[in-house]
């Protein structure tokens, strides 16, 4: 055991160690190896790795151009291999993404809320995102009824179904 008020870990869940996590006094820290942050210069690196997705799960991320992250002033964070990034645009959490396998959502999205993301939206499809962003303080504040007329590109209805549209704050 080492001395929290020093910001040394105190103690590390599995979890936390498969993430390289530091637990401190109860708050979770990222180490610099694991997430960093890109350069507006390096936003290329994020989008190709965004778009590595497999197409089903795309349409769960919005997916801004370059310029279109630029000229929002976005803040990319991208793990260094390239399998999770997020971006935190003038407070909301956006363009989440983690590829099949990588499980790093709980370590982006408490990432993005330790840059300043404090509100979000999100497709509800089994409850499986909402309850990913509620573990990070979260409350829903808005759900509308699936519209066809607003689904994403590469939807997949066989897949995905129709779900709620949720708005989420911090």
């Given at each position: 055991?080492?001395?929290?008020?020093?910001?040394?870990?105190?103690?590390?869940?599995?979890?936390?160690?498969?993430?390289?996590?530091?637990?401190?006094?109860?708050?979770?820290?990222?180490?610099?190896?694991?997430?960093?942050?890109?350069?507006?210069?390096?936003?290329?690196?994020?989008?190709?790795?965004?778009?590595?997705?497999p197409?089903?799960?795309?349409?769960?991320?919005?997916?801004?151009?370059?310029?279109e992250?630029?000229?929002?002033?976005?803040?990319?964070?991208?793990?260094?291999?390239?399998?999770?990034?997020?971006?935190?645009?003038?407070?909301?959490?956006?363009?989440?993404?983690?590829?099949?396998?990588?499980?790093?959502?709980?370590?982006?999205?408490?990432?993005?809320?330790?840059?300043g993301?404090?509100?979000?939206?999100?497709?509800?499809?089994?409850?499986?995102?909402?309850?990913?962003?509620?573990?990070?303080?979260?409350?829903?504040?808005?759900?509308?009824?699936?519209?066809?007329?607003?689904?994403?590109?590469?939807?997949?209805?066989?897949?995905w179904?129709?779900?709620?549209?949720?708005?989420?704050?911090?």
């Amino acid at each position: 055991m080492r001395d929290p008020s020093r910001g040394e870990i105190v103690s590390q869940s599995t979890e936390a160690a498969k993430f390289n996590l530091n637990v401190t006094s109860g708050v979770y820290s990222f180490r610099p190896d694991v997430v960093e942050c890109f350069s507006r210069k390096e936003m290329e690196r994020f989008v190709s790795a965004r778009d590595a997705l497999p197409e089903h799960l795309r349409a769960f991320v919005v997916s801004y151009s370059i310029e279109e992250y630029r000229s929002a002033g976005a803040r990319l964070f991208l793990t260094r291999d390239g399998l999770g990034g997020v971006a935190v645009i003038d407070g909301e959490l956006a363009s989440l993404f983690s590829l099949p396998g990588s499980c790093y959502g709980d370590l982006l999205v408490c990432h993005a809320v330790t840059h300043g993301a404090h509100r979000l939206s999100c497709f509800d499809t089994r409850g499986k995102l909402p309850a990913l962003y509620e573990r990070h303080g979260f409350e829903e504040v808005f759900r509308a009824a699936w519209d066809d007329a607003y689904a994403p590109p590469h939807w997949s209805y066989e897949r995905w179904g129709r779900p709620d549209y949720v708005e989420m704050r911090r």
